[in-house]
T-cell receptor
Framework: DTEVTQTPKHLVMGMTNKKSLKCEQH?????MYWYKQKAKKPPELMFV???????INESVPSRFSPECPNSSLLNLHLHALQPEDSALYLC??????????????FGDGTRLSIL | GNSVTQMEGPVTLSEEAFLTINCTYT??????LFWYVQYPGEGLQLLLK?????DKGSNKGFEATYRKETTSFHLEKGSVQVSDSAVYFC??????????????FGSGTQLTVLP
């Protein structure tokens, strides 16, 4: 069992749909991350929230919209996605702050398929 | 910028064989180093970490030593099991402009262990 919980585990949506991915952690971590992972590739960073504020946006298209309602929750709102957006979307959290030796803890991801 | 280079896979071994997966890095500062493992259909799990030169991280029979002089963090296990079949990612954590640390991943190495 992972300490970062992602829902749903699988999502199939059309290009005109609007859906949201959810991520939750109760470890008291103050940094949360969204990654996109294609098959046989390492995760690619999309967004970083630090103390509930967006601190990094890696030039992600606006059809992906992150939200951090509180320190335990992270959402990724999806709208008008393209077939190439099909991937595994991973959420992670870490203690944040200036200590670099704290690892990121990952959820099991949401496998997204765009029809 | 920072980068991580991993030996190319896939790697196929027989059960009880010795495993080495090479990892070298380039970083401007003094990064922390990590090995993550991803089993099929799951997210990334932290396998081990090292935060300063000459530190040895170990977990579940896996070991890696932070070698500053050779900028390496090779993963080793003396006797692999079928259950070790997974993708292994080497990663480093660096000082970032915000208050959350970013991970730089290697390309990943697919390990298959045959009975």
């Amino acid at each position: 069992d992972t300490e970062v919980t992602q829902t749903p585990k699988h999502l199939v949506m059309g290009m005109t749909n609007k859906k949201s991915l959810k991520c939750e952690q109760h470890m008291g971590h103050r940094a949360m991350y969204w990654y996109k992972q294609k098959a046989k590739k390492p995760p690619e960073l999309m967004f970083v929230y630090s103390y509930e504020k967006l601190s990094i946006n890696e030039s992600v298209p606006s059809r992906f919209s992150p939200e951090c309602p509180n320190s335990s929750l992270l959402n990724l709102h999806l709208h008008a996605l393209q077939p190439e957006d099909s991937a595994l979307y991973l959420c992670a959290s870490s203690q944040g702050g200036t200590v670099s030796n704290q690892p990121q803890h990952f959820g099991d991801g949401t496998r997204l398929s765009i029809l | 910028g920072n980068s991580v280079t991993q030996m190319e896979g896939p790697v196929t071994l027989s059960e009880e064989a010795f495993l080495t997966i090479n990892c070298t890095y380039t970083a401007t500062g003094y990064p922390s180093l990590f090995w993550y493992v991803q089993y099929p259909g799951e997210g990334l799990q932290l396998l081990l970490k090292a935060t300063k030169a000459d530190d040895k991280g170990s977990n579940k029979g896996f070991e890696a030593t932070y070698r500053k002089e050779t900028t390496s963090f090779h993963l080793e296990k003396g006797s692999v099991q079928v259950s070790d079949s997974a993708v292994y990612f080497c990663a480093l954590s660096d000082q970032s402009s915000g208050s959350a640390r970013q991970l730089t991943f290697g390309s990943g190495t697919q390990l298959t262990v045959l009975p």
